[in-house]
């Protein structure tokens, strides 16, 4: 049978790990399953990811971990540094069995994807079906709890994926172009405009003194109101949440979470040199755009990719988290840490179609006020560690102990004083069965 | 996805040595000689072209969903996995009787041999002077994965 796409109405899932970050470490220690969980930032700052539990108690996103320890301690909360490669590897393992289920998917950020299902969902019976086969497969393969919603569009995918997450009825699957209208209304009408894509807090208030309060207030206005006091993008953002779609694959990146630069090669690269200069450029680019909003990144993801629509060729997909040793938005040090991951996930042999970064964990520049005291620590245990270093260097002779600065790698600076194992990528550090 | 080539790759066993052996498997450049052969008559020429054996290919059958575990003691002794080995463990096979399982109890993994009879589950250690861990029923049990091979080496 051929499945001429035309033939079919465009249908987008969105599928994303719940608390990522906290559910790769449950995965790997059975301990953790019932407790309240925080995932920190790099060199412990803030808290980047939170348990079920830990919401519950109404620690927010992006807290400062030094005003949680009291709560910490009263409901005995686990804090965890974060574990890059660990989580870096388990969304490797998530997007390649998303792509059993469609070759047409959207690495939208280290734990959603976006994928266009419309010529594939009858192979499963229908949407909700698909939905739960993935969810199944994903929670049996690799331990995580994920929710799908799928969608015409990409903004209704993303806001159907938001239903399932928050309402147990759907018992993590929504699928909203099998609602009928009315239904669909009902839910839109339930959840503040907010939470749509795109919608961020500062334009959810300008729309509120237009009477916009709703999802659905926001898809039954007038699109061309909107453009004018708010251009194209939220005349999109209502298109979509109308059925239009307007936003294919790859289109949009979300500023506030990552900063996303990739591009398909103009022909097939087999040279690790020529994918490095492409990823230095899409670096170039990536931390011009993160300059400009006036951020700071904590990590780089870098990935290949061959092209998946030559079957005959064979086919490797790579990737991998670098964290950085402090947060940048320095082009040196986000090139230096794409180029280490590069080297990393290179295979020689291979035809690349496409390359690209990532910037993430990203926090304002501004706002970097726990980051200041961190400064003021490091800065106190640098002059420490250099005042045991003279008097080693005094006993032993000169250039016994000399700084890492000069083997380019700082690594021994980040600060992650509770750090899980690398379970998945390290020889030494593998889960222990009895 | 499965590759476009037989899963059962070269005609040699382990011992068969000395054979290169490849860290990753082999890209190749005639993919149209390949496609040329046809179904289910293994060529020659299959061989020429994975001219080397790959221990990932020949452990790992579902990369997304192995995993890979440090043995601690001596429970499964008489099954030929000792105190340090290293195994694989695959979490998208359904766990069957008598399979080698990594599962949970009291929080900690364990690695035991699966048995199911009359109703009851247990976890039988391969070393005598180990008691099964029994269950009354199967959601009492958590199993993690199976395993589906172990890895050593001698030399470092």
């Not at chain 1, 009291?70 to 069995?97: F, K, P, Q």
């Not at chain 1, 380019?408 to 379970?423: I, L």
Request: hydrophobic share 40%; net charge positive.
């Amino acid at each position: 049978m051929t499945l001429d796409a035309s033939r079919h109405p465009p249908l987008f899932a969105l599928v994303d790990v719940n608390n990522f970050y906290v559910s790769c470490e449950r995965a790997f220690n059975p301990r953790l399953a019932h407790v309240p969980v925080v995932v920190l930032s790099n060199n412990d700052g803030c808290a980047v990811a939170r348990s079920n539990e830990v919401k519950a108690l109404g620690v927010k996103m992006g807290a400062p971990w030094f005003k949680l320890k009291d709560l910490a301690r009263e409901h005995g909360i686990v804090a965890l540094s974060s574990n890059y490669t660990l989580y870096g590897d388990m969304s490797n393992r998530v997007v390649s069995v998303l792509r059993e289920f469609s070759p047409d998917i959207e690495v939208y950020s280290i734990d959603e994807s976006f994928l266009r299902v419309e010529t594939l969902v009858h192979l499963h019976g229908d949407a909700t079906a698909m939905g739960h086969v993935m969810r199944h497969r994903i929670r049996r393969w690799t331990g995580l709890p994920v929710c799908a919603g799928f969608g015409a569009t990409k903004t209704l995918a993303k806001f159907a994926n938001h239903l399932a997450k928050k309402n147990p009825v759907f018992d993590g699957v929504c699928d909203l172009s099998s609602m009928t209208d009315s239904e669909r209304n009902g839910w839109m009408a339930k959840i503040e405009v907010g939470e749509v894509w795109g919608v961020g807090r500062r334009i959810a208030a300008r729309l509120e003194t237009m009477g916009v309060r709703t999802v659905l207030d926001l898809a039954t206005t007038d699109v061309k109101a909107l453009r004018i006091q708010f251009g194209v993008v939220m005349e999109r953002t209502a298109s979509e949440l109308r059925g239009v779609s307007c936003l294919e694959l790859e289109d949009l990146a979300d500023p506030k979470q990552q900063i996303m630069a990739s591009r398909s090669f103009g022909s097939m690269v087999r040279d690790i040199a020529e994918i490095s200069e492409a990823v230095s450029w899409h670096i170039d680019r990536a931390a011009e755009k993160l300059r400009s909003q006036g951020s700071v990144a904590g990590a780089v993801y870098v990935f290949v990719q061959t092209n998946r629509f030559r079957q005959s060729d064979l086919q490797y997909n790579g990737g991998v988290v670098v964290p950085l040793p402090d947060v940048s938005d320095d082009t040196r040090s986000l090139t230096t840490a794409a180029l280490t991951g590069l080297r990393h996930i290179f295979r020689k042999g291979y035809q690349y179609k496409k390359c690209g970064v990532m910037l993430m964990e990203l926090t304002v520049k501004a706002q970097r006020q726990e980051t200041l005291f961190d400064d003021v620590a490091a800065r106190d245990r640098a002059a420490k560690t250099m005042a045991v270093m003279d008097s080693i260097n005094r006993v032993w002779g000169r250039g016994t102990l000399r700084s890492g600065a000069a083997g380019g790698s700082k690594r021994w600076a980040m600060r992650s004083e509770n750090r899980s194992p690398r379970y998945t990528t390290q020889w030494d550090e593998l889960p222990v069965a009895k | 996805m499965q590759p476009p080539f037989p899963s059962t790759p070269a005609h040699a066993t382990l011992d068969q040595s000395p054979l290169a052996l490849t860290p990753e498997p082999l890209p190749y450049t005639s993919p149209l000689f390949l496609c040329s052969i046809p179904a289910g008559f293994p060529s020659p020429a299959t061989d020429y072209i994975e001219d080397g054996l790959d221990l990932n290919e020949y452990l790992v059958r579902h990369k997304a969903a192995s995993f890979m575990f440090k043995v601690q003691g001596h429970s499964m002794r008489d099954a030929g996995i000792v105190d340090g080995d290293k195994v694989v463990v695959d979490r998208s096979i359904e766990p069957q009787h008598n399979q080698i399982v990594i599962a949970v109890v009291d929080g900690e993994y364990t690695i035991k041999r699966l048995y199911r009879k009359n109703g009851g589950v247990e976890l039988r250690s391969e070393n005598p002077a180990f008691k099964p861990i029994c269950f009354k029923a199967e959601s009492q049990l958590e199993i993690w994965g199976v395993v589906v091979g172990v890895v050593r080496r001698y030399v470092c």
